[in-house]
């Protein structure tokens, strides 16, 4: 089970962190990834953290001001988001893939997904 926090409100240009935790041991060995849900839109992907070898991946609209990692244990996934903007307000959800899908990319790509958390970005 994924427990995602630390949204709130914030104004154009704060920062905010993100955290994925997750109860189990196994999580260590997931990839994981952050999507977000805009009202009235698609849930798209943000970051990934692919197990194993800890790549980073990134979507176009967040590269260079978000980054995503993991702790020690594994047991929580981070997505520290800086230089936030109106547009990235949204539903963040945290995803883990138990099964190395190869879709690191993709919502199909992952099995269990998080309650989410909102960030609210004001101009």
């Known amino acids: 089970q994924l427990q995602a926090s630390g949204g709130g409100l914030v104004q154009a240009g704060d920062s905010l962190r993100l955290s994925c935790t997750a109860s189990?041991?196994?999580?260590?060995?997931?990839?994981a990834a952050w999507f977000r849900q805009a009202p009235g839109k698609e849930r798209d992907f943000v970051a990934a953290?692919?197990?194993?070898?800890?790549?980073?991946l990134y979507s176009d609209s967040v590269k260079g001001r978000f980054t995503i990692s993991r702790d020690n244990a594994g047991n929580t996934v981070y997505l520290q988001m800086n230089s936030l903007k109106p547009e990235d307000t949204a539903v963040y959800y945290c995803a883990a893939d138990p099964g190395a899908s190869g879709r690191p990319t993709q919502r199909r790509g992952y099995d269990y997904w998080g309650q989410g958390t909102l960030v609210t970005v004001s101009s």
């Open positions: 189990g041991p196994a999580f260590s060995r997931h990839s």
């Open positions: 953290i692919t197990w194993p070898g800890s790549n980073q």
